[in-house]
Nanobody, 123 residues
Framework: VQLQASGGGLVQAGGSLRLSCAAS????????MGWFRQAPGKEREFVAA????????EYADSVKGRFTTSRDNAKDTAYLQMNSLKPEDTAVYYC?????????????????WGQGTLVTVSS
């Protein structure tokens, strides 16, 4: 499956952005979807995940209550709604797909990765 992330940009602290991850090439609704981010000089870290049905979601503690992941299987697209953004949320955000359908927090579960979209939060 090919993934295309979009929606990044520059926003002030306290603002919101919605990232999209459009999938193509295979049956989207078989895959669990994950969001990861990587800040300059830091390792890639888990942000959020959603199961194939959308029923189960997981979040990193640092984004709980501020970020929401969802998916629209009819549109082959996953989303990450980011509210109350903080400067420490600045990173390149990646979407990823994994074949069990259940998502998960470990990046090595994910077989397919999008190209990343940059989110910059100014103070």
């Amino acid at each position: 499956v090919q993934l295309q992330a979009s929606g990044g940009g520059l926003v002030q602290a306290g603002g919101s952005l919605r990232l999209s991850c459009a999938a193509s090439g295979r049956t989207f609704n078989k895959y669990g979807m994950g969001w990861f981010r990587q800040a300059p000089g830091k390792e890639r870290e888990f942000v959020a995940a959603i199961s194939w049905s959308g029923v189960t979601t997981e979040y990193a503690d640092s984004v709980k209550g501020r970020f929401t992941t969802s998916r629209d299987n009819a549109k082959d697209t996953a989303y990450l709604q980011m509210n109350s953004l903080k400067p420490e949320d600045t990173a390149v955000y990646y979407c990823a797909a994994e074949g069990t359908g259940y998502g998960g927090t470990y990046y090595n579960r994910y077989n397919y990765w999008g190209q990343g979209t940059l989110v910059t939060v100014s103070s």
